[in-house]
């Protein structure tokens, strides 16, 4: 194991890079020529919402597993420990609240963007105003989740940053453009295995180097890196129980209840049963994805010990260490380097071509359809060029824009306006704030001798280390310190508060009936086609209780006499 220099890629990785490129894009040419061959936008949109649970559940679950978090997980998990390993509490109620809420009203409505609700619900200016701030939130994201890993490889290996983006972007838009909403799922599947196979022999081979499972576990937990539930309730904690199974809830809200890229693989669904099970089935993914994540940590640490690459000055930045680490410990396996880095740019092909879908999907329906009438073939095409052209801190916003609408019937349209863009300021106004805030010092890590642990005799692992005794901030700057996992509930929250408060002012208006009418008259069609009295019970109640949560008043009266 050799510390020092720069590490190269042999031959062999690069075949293994090539050979994910290659694989993926033949999974677009696959469908871009079989079935209906990409011809209409139901087909392109939405794979003839014919799609089954468990590859959708892999697909949902890849849309957000990006590139950063590969690097960045375990960067945080050497750097601070296991506390971050809370957020997977979050995932339950993240996961639930969307499968028995936002999927059936949305997969009810027969929507083919989630923003046609906010016009069903509010009125058009709001619906191009969710539009607008989605387009913007996944172009950001989409360039920070390309080039991040670029770079860092570019630092580590020498492979040449823009060649990586390049290749990155042109075969995730060729075979997005090409294959449709089929090819983007199915080539989701191909790249979790790719990403599970690379992070799991990155740990048994970093296991094996530090001397075993058990040597491993004692330099880690002497290290002070096995974390027990800080129960701290200070909300400028950057991790805490509170924090990340809290405000974790909010950030799996706006990602997996009202982002367009899940919604549009729940609504791709055979039918709302299955679309269901496939966002139950994202738990253990998530799960599974969070654990390798956070024990390519600890091994990391088990390894390195005090003597971390970045303070002996051998990379430059965190998001340098995984990639480090890789190309240090797996230098004599042969294509093992390229296997992770395959794993590393599958994260970023599965985000990028979830992204173009999602994105092309909302600039038809909801930017260009309503103001131009064209066949469905030139609709076709014209979302194939959307995503050749569209190249690239708001779900908060989002989030509290569909619950406005959703839970809160006295809200009006000039409240959602106002409230969305009181939200956006909120986001930018934290979120840069607190950035700036940060510049002069570095985020504080545990020390490399930490000597918090709590004897094994106890019955306890370790107990939260304590980083920082200053008084807390006050004013602006306990604001701008509040934790980056709470910007997503403020935001929504800022949303709502505002958007009733201005509802209130201008007047109250209720939801439109239109809306109640159609989840009605489908429950009532589904009902009649229903042969068991308890399958249209379960129907009728789940309709009942979703509708009825957010527009009480008008459906006591459609459905008194069914109920009473």
Not at 45 to 51: C, E, P, T, V
Not at 80 to 98: A, K, M, V
Not at 135 to 147: D, R
Not at 288 to 297: D, I
Request: glycine letters at 10%; charged letters at 10%; hydrophobic letters at 45%.
């Amino acid at each position: 194991m050799d510390p020092t220099g720069q590490k190269y890629f042999t031959i062999i990785d690069y075949v293994i890079f090539a050979l994910l490129l290659v694989a993926s894009m033949a999974i677009g040419l696959y469908y871009a020529f079989t079935g209906g061959r990409q011809r209409t936008t139901q087909e392109f949109m939405y794979a003839d919402r014919s799609m089954k649970c468990l590859p959708l559940s892999l697909s949902l679950m890849a849309t957000f597993q990006s590139a950063v978090a590969i690097i960045g997980t375990p960067a945080e998990v050497y750097a601070n420990g296991t506390q971050y390993w809370f957020i997977g509490c979050s995932y339950i109620l993240g996961l639930l609240i969307p499968a028995h809420i936002f999927i059936p009203l949305f997969y009810r409505l027969h929507l083919t963007s989630v923003y046609q609700y906010l016009e069903l619900r509010f009125c058009k200016a709001v619906r191009i105003c969710g539009t607008v701030t989605f387009i913007f939130q996944m172009v950001i994201y989409m360039g920070v989740g390309i080039y991040t890993p670029a770079l860092a490889l570019n630092a580590v290996t020498g492979f040449h940053l823009w060649g990586a983006v390049l290749a990155t972007g042109l075969v995730c838009t060729l075979y997005t453009a090409l294959g449709g909403l089929k090819a983007v799922v199915w080539t989701d599947v191909f790249q979790t295995v790719v990403m599970f196979t690379g992070q799991l022999a990155v740990i048994i081979v970093g296991v094996h180097q530090a001397g075993g499972l058990s040597d491993a576990w004692v330099k880690v937990r002497d290290g002070g890196r096995i974390s027990g539930i800080d129960l701290n309730p200070d909300p400028t904690v950057r991790h805490t129980f509170w924090t990340l199974g809290v405000g974790g809830v909010f950030l799996m809200l706006s990602l997996y209840g009202v982002n367009q890229a899940q919604v549009q693989r729940y609504l791709s669904s055979r039918t709302e049963k299955e679309a269901v099970m496939s966002c139950y089935m994202v738990f253990p993914c998530l799960q599974v994805a969070l654990m390798l994540s956070c024990l390519m940590g600890l091994v990391m640490y088990a390894c390195y010990g005090n003597n971390s690459p970045l303070e002996q000055q051998y990379i430059t930045s965190k998001d340098q260490m995984v990639l480090y680490f890789v190309m240090d410990m797996l230098q004599n396996f042969p294509g093992l380097p390229g296997l992770f880095v395959a794993c590393l740019f599958s994260a970023s092909l599965s985000t990028i071509s979830s992204a173009f879908n999602s994105l092309a999907t909302v600039t038809m329906v909801d930017l260009i359809k309503p103001h131009y009438s064209m066949t469905e073939a030139r609709a076709t095409l014209l979302s194939k060029i959307d995503q050749m052209n569209i190249f690239g801190m708001v779900g908060g916003p989002l989030l509290g824009l569909f619950c406005l609408g959703i839970f809160f019937p006295c809200a009006n349209s000039i409240g959602a306006v106002i409230g969305l863009a009181a939200g956006l300021v909120m986001s930018f106004w934290v979120g840069i704030g607190g950035f700036l805030s940060r510049m002069p010092s570095s985020v504080q890590v545990l020390p490399l001798n930490s000597t918090n642990t709590v004897p094994a005799a106890s019955g306890n692992i370790t107990g939260p280390a304590v980083i920082d005794a200053a008084s807390r901030p006050v004013g602006l700057n306990g604001l701008y310190s509040l934790s980056y996992m709470w910007y997503s509930a403020l935001n929504s929250s800022t949303v709502v508060l505002i958007g009733l408060v201005i509802s209130f002012m201008t007047g109250k208006k209720h939801g439109p009936e239109e809306l109640l009418i159609v989840l009605y008259t489908y429950t009532e069609e589904r009902n009649q086609k229903t042969q068991l009295d308890s399958q249209k019970w379960s129907y009728g109640f789940t309709v009942k209780c979703i509708v009825a949560w957010g527009h009480f008043n008008v459906v006591k009266l459609l459905l008194a006499d069914r109920w009473s």
